[in-house]
């Protein structure tokens, strides 16, 4: 496969990945011990109809030893179909598939697995398709012309507990929720002990962080979470974080 030059970009709907060039290792004698794995390595998947753009997601991930590439699909189908048979920690979802759009393939996969982590990569950012996306289940909106490493420092975010954003979506979240009109506020539902730790999440805290904070364990702080996404009707992170923020700005 030819050396590419880093730094180099694809125009719109390709995102700009590149490879650093390597030479080849002189031959070292082979260890007593296999080498071990990273204690912690994220399986991705990768949903991308544009071949080169899912051959240059593929090749950035396979230079990072924690993250690995467990399934490339050309189609919100495929995707469908091969999944859930071997679901990976995270999905790198393109928005504008041919057939099924992204959004459809991340509300379906959503049903089947709802811990599935899925960031959405696209050239769109209207308002419109970010909340459709977020309300179909999505962790995470990246537009295609962001640098590789704002797209590793996503994954890692995501599954740490954050939900990942390009800066300008994240005001164009904001700024709709701003305009829209008042809505019943489903946060009066949520008891102090919740409201805390939805704060503590809309301040870009993680698990571990909040269970410290609130000295509890991470799975009461997940137990919380889940009863949370029932009250504020929501399916991510970043759905309920935006929901609680425009109320607390309303």
């Known amino acids: ?130 909340f459709a996306a977020l309300r179909a289940g999505a962790s995470g909106y990246l537009v295609k012309r962001s640098v590789p490493t704002e797209l590793i420092a996503a994954i890692r975010q995501v599954v740490e507990g954050g939900s990942p954003m390009s800066p300008h979506i994240a005001r164009r979240v904001v700024e709709c929720f701003r305009t829209q009109r008042p809505e019943p506020d489903e946060t009066d539902t949520l008891t102090d002990r919740e409201r805390e730790l939805l704060a503590l999440l809309a301040r870009g805290k993680h698990y571990k962080e909040i269970a410290d904070h609130l000295g509890i364990s991470t799975d009461t702080v997940r137990s919380h979470i889940r009863r949370i996404y029932r009250k504020l009707q929501v399916h991510s992170r970043t759905e309920a974080t935006v929901k609680f923020l425009s109320r607390q700005q309303s």
Not at 2 to 9: C, E, F, K, L
Not at 27 to 47: F, T
């Open 1 to 130: 496969m030819p050396d590419r030059q880093r730094g180099r970009w694809r125009d719109q709907g390709r995102i700009g990945l590149a490879i650093e060039k390597t030479q080849a290792d002189a031959p070292i004698p082979a260890p007593e011990k296999p080498e071990r794995e990273p204690s912690l390595v994220i399986d991705i998947a990768i949903v991308e109809d544009d071949p080169l753009v899912r051959e240059d997601l593929a090749n950035l991930l396979a230079e990072h030893k924690e993250l690995r590439c467990t399934g490339r699909f050309a189609s919100g189908e495929e995707a469908l179909a091969a999944i859930p048979q071997r679901p990976p920690r995270v999905v790198l979802m393109d928005i504008n598939l041919t057939g099924m759009t992204g959004i459809e393939c991340t509300r379906r996969l959503k049903e089947q697995l709802p811990d599935l982590l899925i960031i959405m990569l696209t050239i769109f950012d209207d308002a419109e398709r970010v």
